[in-house]
């Protein structure tokens, strides 16, 4: 029975998809809008960041974007189908639903502060955005970024 039920759990998360995963699926889709930072385009931007910020931007590998200014009907659907999978693989950190906004927040790492991918879904009348970084991310410097982590 044991054997079984890990199998089971095994065939579930083999099928759930990854953070990259969600990203690659949608960043060509009509409507739309998607935008990737390398590291490279990172140490540019650090040259007129604070120290604070300069030490975070250090950590960060890279940083994925996507915007839906209109999503239509099935657009919603697919990704609120997609993001329920991330939430079987990755650590649930945010999820809040307010005034018609809803924001969640997942994470891929070892502790509760520092992470090697933080994924941001923002969702609301006017359209939904994810935001996706890698690196050596901890909770404690994304709050210095405007209290994304949270609080």
């Known amino acids: 029975m044991i054997t079984l039920l890990a199998l089971i759990m095994t065939c579930q998360l083999a099928f759930c998809q990854t953070f990259n995963d969600f990203f690659d ?8 809008e998607y935008q990737e ?3 490279d385009m990172l140490k540019l931007a650090m040259g007129q960041a604070d120290a604070d910020t300069k030490a975070a931007l250090e950590r960060i590998e890279s940083i994925r974007t996507m915007t839906v200014a209109s999503p239509t009907e099935e657009l919603i659907n697919a990704m609120d ?12 950190l945010v999820e809040q639903s307010e005034d018609g906004q809803a924001i969640l927040i997942l994470g ?14 923002q969702a609301s009348a006017e359209g939904i955005n994810a935001i ?17 982590a949270g609080n």
């Open 132 to 148: 996706l970084m890698t690196g050596r991310i901890s909770m404690s410097e994304l709050e210095k970024f405007g209290g994304m």
């Open 37 to 39: 930072v390398t590291k």
């Open 25 to 32: 699926k949608y960043k060509d889709v009509e409507g739309i």
């Open 108 to 121: 891929d790492g070892e502790d509760d502060d520092q992470f090697e991918a933080l994924f941001v879904l």
């Open 81 to 92: 189908a997609d993001t329920d999978q991330l939430q079987v693989r990755y650590q649930k």
